[in-house]
């Protein structure tokens, strides 16, 4: 068993592990549930669109795969922006390439911007453009999650999955954009 490294104001164990909240004797949470915290992104899209296409069955004017998906993206978007200018901000400024500058500048207008989005992937006259900036600002943005990928700083996920989400998230911009 591996020790954690200590910071200045710990002090090392005598050999007895400790309860952290991460730990088996601190009670970990379900790797269900850690799942879905884990890709809160992700679960977002899937609650949104799945909630919004269960509502299209009782309410005609939310029917098609445009209404859920536009929702689904929707709620994403306003996921990933409370964390932009949220709690988990210090991680996602840590996560931007050092050669850009201002990164709490751009994490913050990135949030504001995914907002923004979001709002206008919920307004019919806006969504085909909403989701059109949305995929660009997801381009944008990927640098970011391929450089804490590749040197595992901020809110870091495996490079492969998060391409892979990315994709995802893409593919449903473009779909918006220009199907239907």
């Known amino acids: 068993m ?3 490294p200590t ?3 710990e002090r090392p164990t005598s050999g007895t592990p400790r309860a952290t909240s991460g730990s088996v ?3 970990r ?3 269900a549930l850690r799942f879905v915290l884990g890709n809160i992104t992700l679960t977002a899209l ?3 669109a799945f909630g919004t296409a269960a509502l299209g069955l009782a309410v005609p004017a939310l029917d098609g795969w445009r209404t859920p998906v536009r929702a689904g993206l929707a709620l994403l978007f306003l996921v990933a922006a409370s964390g932009r200018l949220g709690p988990p901000r210090a991680a996602l400024v840590a996560m931007v390439p050092p050669r850009l500058p201002r990164p709490a500048l751009l994490v913050g207008l990135t949030g504001v911007l995914e ?3 979001a709002v206008g992937l919920l307004v019919p006259s806006t969504d085909r453009l909403a989701a059109a900036c949305l995929g660009l600002l997801l381009l944008a943005v990927f640098p970011a999650n391929a450089h804490a990928a590749r040197r595992r700083v901020g809110l870091h996920t495996p490079l492969l999955p998060r391409t ?3 994709l995802l998230y893409l593919a449903c911009c473009v779909a918006v954009a220009i199907i239907g």
């Open 29 to 31: 949470p379900p790797r």
């Open 46 to 48: 899937v609650v949104g």
């Open 115 to 117: 907002a923004l989005g």
């Open 2 to 4: 591996t020790e954690r």
């Open 25 to 27: 004797a601190a009670g």
């Open 7 to 9: 910071s200045g104001t």
């Open 164 to 166: 892979l989400e990315q």
